[in-house]
């Protein structure tokens, strides 16, 4: 089973830029999957911090677990 976090962008940023500063990994050694790059994901995060009520607590836990590396 995997987790995964579906983020679409705000209206003032262009998936073109996130995409572009994005990264290639491999999920179970072998399927190439594009992830969000740390600094825009660690962006996100902090929006949905500041403007989300659902789930703030986990998007907290998760800035704060990005921040510290």
Same mark, same amino acid.
């Given at each position: 089973m995997l987790d995964i976090d579906v983020f679409s962008p705000?209206?003032?940023v262009s998936f073109g830029q996130l995409f572009s $500063?994005?990264?290639c990994a491999l999920l179970n050694?072998?399927?190439p999957v594009r992830v969000i790059s740390r600094p825009d994901l660690v962006e996100m995060k902090q929006r949905?911090? $500041?403007?989300l009520s659902k789930d703030k607590k986990k998007h907290e836990d998760d800035l704060r677990?990005?921040?510290?590396v």
């Open positions: 705000p209206e003032d $500063r994005s990264e050694g072998n399927i949905a911090v $500041r403007m677990c990005l921040e510290v």
